[in-house]
């Protein structure tokens, strides 16, 4: 069984409804499913059930969700949301800065300056 590690920047224990997809809970939360699945042992994210238990990573109230588009860098991003690049790896729990591919959603935050 795979270990579980509990999201660095706060997390909260969430009771899946009837009807939600980890799509809708993702939205709900200024979240992504990527993101979900990080801190959850779910073997497929197309099946969920009412009553399921699973880590949300907190996202600040005003962040956003930018789809990644070509030509972007975390950089760049950054720049244009007035962000740093460290502040996007930490809330979309990245490795590599230079690892991001087209049509990745990330979790776009206010400078913690």
């Known amino acids: 069984m795979p270990i ?3 999201p660095e920047l706060g997390s909260f224990v969430y009771v899946i409804e009837p009807g939600e997809t980890l799509s809708t809970i993702a939205r709900k939360f200024n979240t992504t499913v990527p993101i979900i699945l990080k801190f959850n042992c779910i073997p497929n ?11 949300i990573a ?9 789809t990644v588009r070509p030509g972007d860098a975390l950089y760049s991003i950054a720049q244009r949301y007035g962000t740093s690049v ?3 790896m930490a809330f979309n729990y990245l490795d590599n800065p230079n690892y991001i591919f087209l049509g990745q959603e990330l979790v776009v935050t ?4």
């Open 86 to 88: 460290q502040n996007l």
């Open 58 to 66: 907190e996202s600040p109230p005003e962040a956003i969700i930018y």
């Open 4 to 6: 579980l590690m509990r």
């Open 110 to 113: 206010a400078s913690l300056r």
């Open 45 to 55: 994210p197309n099946i969920i059930y009412p009553g399921q238990c699973i880590f």
